[in-house]
């Protein structure tokens, strides 16, 4: 038995815990939590003056564009989609979006992120994942505007996602998404649906994350539809928002895919997710950075949804860091709202937690520190001034050190990051190549003329 | 001559330089900047990958607050502003405001803060910034709500302003700070600002930062008006708002006082900001946090104001980290204005640096990187993944980098923060002192019967 002891322990399913420790089984179980002096005996390891709390979830991100950072500056929300498409098919080699989900899982684990919800076009992020002994769920991306592309599209989905399951396991698991209403047409949507029911896989969605796409799904106008009848596609008024869309055709009852966004949520799309419980992962950092808008978190979790948190990828982010996207959270909605109410230090640790695992359907696994959990861990070292003055632990994470690395991660009791060092023993090597790539995609921009 | 060379240099002033130099005199000014390659004899100080720009400005601290983070997460605006009144009155003492003072300048120079605008009660920050060897002005403050109060608040601002002229610099400055319209009779401010224009002292007050404030200057009621009235204090209709009281006064001609906050600006503020050329501090972490709202940043500059960006006190932010104030004024217009183009990266730092200097009337000294100024310097490095993809030196700081300890800082030529330590060589003996007062107002607090 080993004793991970600390200056607070937040169990996050209940009240923090001053000079706390929990006890990690030989499995990788949580066998016990509470206050050092009643601990079970074990090999204790002393965290010192830090916060320890379960790891954190990342509901959204796109490991394998971790080498676009900061390459889309300038651009409108259709430019930088269609930039990022272009690298994607022109200059990115799988190579490169290898080298690039490492990065990724190499920053995030460093951030204290040891779950992922990954959207993939490529599936490398499962390879990343598996590497460097993290959590998650790659939902393997479908797109195909074109009605003609369907089977195609379902041929291919089918093959990645066999190819994916195959290299799966209980940590690492598979998903589907359909890319977004623009980039996927109907026919081709409840095919990849009813593909994911049958194969008894998670499904995600970008959903309401532009005003591009409701134009574009509310009235057949906008940058998006003037794109596919570019390409000689059909594009027509369709359904009021995304969410009208999943519950008329029936997915948002059957598969509860997770939203992914939301920021141009009304009332409307706030009620049907609460009615069809289909979870949300909310992006504020991404949203806002991208000038799409504040989306209605409170109302979100005022009507009951699932909710967590997500960096979406570093090309719109531009980081990897959960607990700095807990403290957007309720900068966003109190300013937006303001409300010194609005949303709460610990409400933020919780979607950063038990929010993101109830959102991806693992919290029965993990999200809280409670015994029988996998024993995914994260502490935070409250050194230096900004340590000063920790006396609520979640006022502490959510405002003081959100940010910071980890020092301390750990996922189903192995221990990944240790007194803040490196999350694996190639990361120099990782880090070099991430960097290589992210160099040749940034000349490719240059070359292409898009300037910086 | 010592020459300080990054893989970037920023001027802020000019675009980026790649593989650059900036050379510092014996007497601590910038005798040159440009291509490495094309820089004159000198030292070399090699900071390697890592991007070399101005000093950061905070333009609106409370220094001597600094003990007090965490401390006031569960209040509204009133609550938090009287228990904070009370805790400076009964609990911290003088060793207590000294040692929160330096304990602030040393975060501060820690996240590459080099010019501290102050406004204090105790005059405790001008200390610790000569102390530190920091930049700074530091604003006495004066309180007096009752017209009773006037000649005996008057003496004792000039007793302390005395006090604190007798100990200033040329690096650290002294100016006059009449708290705010409901804390300051408006013969007390008549005659603080008289004083100060008559000694040559700039002025900051702090102003439409709640919509308590408002409503105690345009009707006459709410938390403030209460509050006075039940002190026997006459309260009625003043003004359409502080900054219409300001010019109504004839200060806003004359003193042109720094703006603090103005988050609840109208139109009409902003115009009559860009008329009187007021600058504004304006502070987007604190302002969000205690939930006043969102300032009309992009209406200020489009309007020419000078504005700065300010992290206000460790009470309402919880840290003290310029860069971070810059992220997050650019997410919080982006995502109120849901437009992209709201602020850029490069707009964020320029508010961080010259937008400052400019705000504080030390735009001659510092703020932009060009022969002549002082040599304040703050540099970070690219280091980790979070450096992977810094082709935009000004995204890569206001994104990426933000919130990151600073890698090497200067003031005036003199090397403070060194490879990332420490900046002071008593830091550690300042942050136990810190930390122990930090425990001493939290103990009151409890005992106080807030709770937490």
């Known amino acids: 038995m080993r004793l991970i002891a600390a200056r607070w322990v937040v169990p996050v399913s209940a ?7 929990v006890a990690v089984d030989g499995g990788g179980r949580i066998a016990w939590v509470g206050p050092r002096a009643d601990a079970p005996a074990g090999d204790v390891e002393e965290l010192g003056d830090a916060i320890l709390l379960p790891g954190l979830v990342n509901a959204h ?5 971790t080498t676009m950072r900061g390459l889309l500056e300038d651009a409108d929300f259709f430019a930088w989609i269609r930039t990022l498409t272009r690298a994607r098919a022109e200059v990115l080699t799988d190579d490169d979006l290898r080298d690039a989900a490492r990065l990724g899982v190499l920053e995030g684990l460093a951030a204290g992120v040891t779950t992922y919800a990954d959207t993939s076009a490529s599936g490398a992020p499962l390879d990343a994942l598996l590497e460097c002994g ?51 047409h109907e026919e081709l949507l409840l095919d990849a649906c009813a593909f994911a029911l049958g194969a008894g896989l998670p499904v995600a969605m970008h959903v309401s994350e532009s005003a591009a796409e409701i134009a574009f799904l509310r009235e057949g106008t906008g940058p998006f539809a003037d794109f596919l009848r570019g390409r000689g596609i059909a594009v027509g008024r369709r359904a009021h928002s995304p969410v009208h869309l999943l519950a008329e055709l029936g997915i948002a009852a059957t598969a509860r895919p997770l939203l992914i966004h939301g920021v141009r949520f009304d009332d409307s799309d706030v009620q049907l997710a609460a009615h069809y419980d289909c979870p949300v992962a909310h992006c504020p950092a991404s949203n806002a950075k991208l000038g799409h808008g504040v989306a209605p978190l409170r109302a979100l979790l005022d009507a009951g949804v699932r909710v967590g948190l997500g960096t979406d990828s570093v090309a719109s982010n531009n980081r990897l860091d959960l607990l700095d996207e807990a403290r957007t959270a309720v900068l966003q909605q109190r300013g937006a709202l303001a409300r ?27 999200g809280t520190l409670e015994v029988g959990k996998a024993a ?5 070292r409250l050194d230096g001034p900004r340590g000063v003055g920790a006396d609520d632990p979640a006022a502490a994470l959510a405002f003081a050190l959100a940010g910071r690395p980890a020092a301390h991660v750990e996922v189903a009791g192995r221990v990944l990051v240790r007194d803040g060092g490196p999350p694996h023993p190639d990361a120099a090597a990782i880090l070099a190549r991430g960097d290589a790539a992210a160099r040749g995609v940034s000349d490719w921009r240059r070359a292409a003329g898009g300037g910086r």
């Open 61 to 65: 991100t796109h490991l394998e564009l």
């Open 15 to 21: 009240p923090p815990i001053a000079d706390g420790a």
């Open 134 to 184: 993290a959590r998650g769920i790659v939902y393997q991306e479908v797109f195909g505007p074109d009605a003609a592309q369907r089977d195609d599209a379902m041929r291919g989905l089918r093959e990645r996602v066999a190819a994916l399951r195959a290299r799966a396991t209980p940590l690492v698991r598979v998903g589907v998404s359909p890319h977004a209403v623009y980039s996927v």
């Open 376 to 380: 995914d861990l994260a502490a935070w």
């Open 340 to 366: 010194a109410d609005a949303l709460s230090a610990a409400e933020a640790v919780a979607l950063a937690t038990i929010g993101g695992a109830r959102a991806l359907g693992l919290d029965a696994e993990v």
